[in-house]
């Protein structure tokens, strides 16, 4: 069983900056693709980032130009680093990976960390 654990998250004021990591049980050289996933508070779950195993990676339009999600193979860890941030950006925070060989949903998710931002 796969294990992520995010940290970083935090109260900060709008147009601020949060880091946050998301460390993996197993390598994440072996998943094909990793992301971030939001849930504001009464919403859905949604897409923030992801990152594949080429390094190419996807953003919400909500985010881009913003936020920047990247992985260290040899930390076996994932990031986001989310700067300017808006009241809209607070949310729980998810971790997610997938194995290779599989498409389309990710199996392992972390607990999450918060993120408010105030204005």
């Known amino acids: 069983q796969v294990q992520l654990v995010e940290s970083g998250g935090g109260l900060v004021q709008a147009g601020g900056s949060l880091r946050l990591s998301c460390a993996a049980s197993?390598?994440?050289?072996?998943?094909?693709?990793m992301g971030w996933y939001r849930q504001p508070p009464g919403k859905e779950r949604e897409l923030v980032a992801t990152?594949?195993?080429?390094?190419?990676?996807n953003y919400a339009d909500s985010v881009k130009g913003r936020f920047t999600i990247s992985r260290d193979n040899g930390k076996n860890s994932l990031y986001l680093q989310m700067n300017s941030l808006k009241s809209e950006d607070t949310a729980m925070y998810y971790c997610?990976?997938?194995?290779?060989?599989?498409?389309?949903?990710?199996?392992?998710w972390g607990q999450g960390t918060q993120v408010t931002v105030s204005s």
């Open positions: 997610a990976a997938r194995p290779r060989g599989l498409v389309g949903q990710y199996p392992y």
């Open positions: 990152i594949s195993s080429l390094d190419i990676t």
């Open positions: 197993r390598r994440t050289s072996s998943f094909n693709a």
